[in-house]
């Protein structure tokens, strides 16, 4: 099983401020099947970005996905007070294992 | 519109079987270009995948949990299906119901990431 590490656990910052997030898989990950998803409280999660760099439909172009192989982040650029949240990346290259999740909260 | 209702019963007792439905409005349930999956996620914590089914009825499960889950499909009822069975209180978790997408090779398909989620459940597993 692909174990993904995120970090870190919480990232303490300010709207308008750049966030940059991490996950670190235990193998490669094939094919980048790498997606990110955001959930705040009481919802379901939502796709931000699948194959490691393509943002799902509807999503603001301030967020971004990059890596290849066992790393890879997602960035963004300015943060609005709706990005505050808790965000999870999904390997799907070999079965499906989620990371543990970054909580961006407001500082 | 796409839309995914879980329904069921939200207080299991330990040892018995936690069974929820998924049913799919807005679009058809045997589109060739999907998957249909449950994810789960105890209070608190983080995210699981627990399997995913094609309309045909091709199943994908995660391996932690194999040999405890079954998960089906009714077209018919536009509908699919969870069964967990000797639950205990680890398993008391929001459990998802969430239209997938494919990802193919040359030689197959396999369900992807998951693009359209419903609310969600709690189920409770207490006696």
């Known amino acids: 099983e692909i174990v993904l590490t995120q970090s870190p656990g919480t990232l303490s910052l300010s709207p308008g401020e750049r966030a940059t997030l991490s996950c670190r898989a235990s193998q490669s990950v094939s094919g980048t099947y790498l997606a990110w998803y955001q959930q705040k409280p009481g919802q379901a999660p939502r796709l931000l970005i699948y194959g490691a760099s393509t943002r799902a439909t509807g999503i603001p172009d301030r967020f971004s996905g990059s890596g290849s192989g066992t790393d890879f982040s997602l960035t963004i650029s300015r943060l609005e007070p709706e990005d505050f949240a808790v965000y999870y990346c999904q390997q799907y290259g070999s079965s499906r294992t989620f990371g543990q999740g970054t909580k961006v909260e407001i500082k | ?127």
Do not use: M
């Open chain 2, 1 to 127: 519109q796409l839309q995914l209702q879980e329904s069921g019963p939200g207080l299991v007792k330990p040892s018995e079987t936690l069974s929820l439905t998924c049913t799919v409005s807005g679009v058809s349930i045997s589109s060739s270009s999907y998957y249909w999956g449950w994810i789960r996620q105890p209070p608190g914590k983080g995210l699981e995948w627990i399997g995913s089914i094609y309309y045909s009825g091709s199943t994908y499960y995660n391996p932690s949990l194999k040999s405890r889950v079954t998960i089906s499909v009714d077209t018919s009822k536009s509908q699919f299906s969870l069964n967990l069975t000797s639950v205990t209180a680890a398993d008391t978790a929001v459990y998802y119901c969430a239209r997938e997408s494919s990802k193919c090779t040359s030689t197959s398909c396999t369900p992807s990431i998951s693009n359209s989620w419903g609310q969600g459940t709690l189920v409770t597993v207490s006696s």
